[in-house]
């Protein structure tokens, strides 16, 4: 068995979907063959493994299904409007799951809660356009987007089960967000917070597992694949917004986070 991870997934799609299913539906008890992502747009629902206890899974919470397990699935009577959005597939091309081809170096959970976290609902709603666009380039973008949500979901699981407590550390990220068309660094987040850059570092690592230059150069990318895909800014004036001394330097660093240049996410 193969143990995956982030740097490992060569995901497959077989369904993505986006819509707002009528209140009283169910689906099951019934078994499938692949993964399932289900997200909560809208709403409220209920999943249950057949002969366990039901669990609520609500609005910006990711419910994670793995073939062979008979289930239900249903929206909660309490809810009105609801939505889900929906992907089935494998992580890896050769190989499934439910053969026990390979597993996740961390267990998923059975939801996530996904918070503040834009990025990951456009990447589904982009995901089921491009799962009803018939054009010849629709694979190769398709299986970036399963990617990007799956590492998404990782690094959040992993910062739920490090051992670091994250009082310190969230206000950190807090701030961070909020000023990343500044110039940053672990220097400027020391002095602001009034600790040592070595102290900061050790927080990141132990909290975040990585450094606090690498944590603002993703989250600059995250917020520039945003205003290239959704915003409609080019290439030259997403790198300005976000802090990136040129085009050139910009692109390789979206290169590098993304796997892909930030011409496609255009």
């Not at 799951?97 to 982009?126: H, K, M, S």
């Amino acid at each position: 068995m193969r143990t995956l991870s982030g740097d490992d997934l060569e995901p497959t799609l077989s369904i993505a979907n986006w819509h707002e299913p009528l209140p009283g539906i169910r689906w099951g008890p019934r078994t499938i063959d692949d993964l399932e992502l289900v997200l909560v747009h809208a709403g409220r629902y209920r999943y249950r493994v057949i002969g366990g206890p039901w669990q609520a899974v609500v609005e910006r919470e990711v419910l994670f299904i793995p073939p062979g397990v008979e289930h239900e699935l249903e929206v909660d009577m309490r809810s009105g409007r609801s939505g889900i959005s929906c992907w089935h597939g494998e992580l890896l091309s050769q190989g499934t799951w439910l053969a026990g081809d390979y597993r996740l170096a961390i267990e998923p959970p059975t939801v996530t809660a996904i918070g503040n976290q834009p990025f990951i609902v456009a990447c589904f709603r982009r995901l089921a356009e491009l799962y009803h666009d018939h054009g010849a380039k629709r694979p190769v973008p398709a299986r970036d987007l399963v990617r990007m949500i799956w590492v998404h979901l990782m690094d959040l699981w992993t910062s739920e089960q490090g051992p670091a407590p994250r009082t310190r550390l969230d206000p950190m990220v807090a701030w961070v967000r909020e000023r990343l068309h500044l110039p940053l660094g672990r220097n400027q987040i020391a002095h602001a917070f009034g600790l040592t850059p070595q102290h900061v570092n050790a927080l990141f690592k132990h909290g975040l597992g990585t450094t606090p230059g690498a944590f603002v150069r993703r989250e600059r990318v995250l917020r520039a694949w945003h205003d290239l895909h959704a915003g409609g800014l080019s290439v030259a004036e997403t790198a300005q917004r976000w802090g990136f001394t040129d085009p050139f330097h910009f692109s390789r660093v979206f290169r590098k986070e993304m796997g892909f240049p930030p011409s496609r996410a255009r």
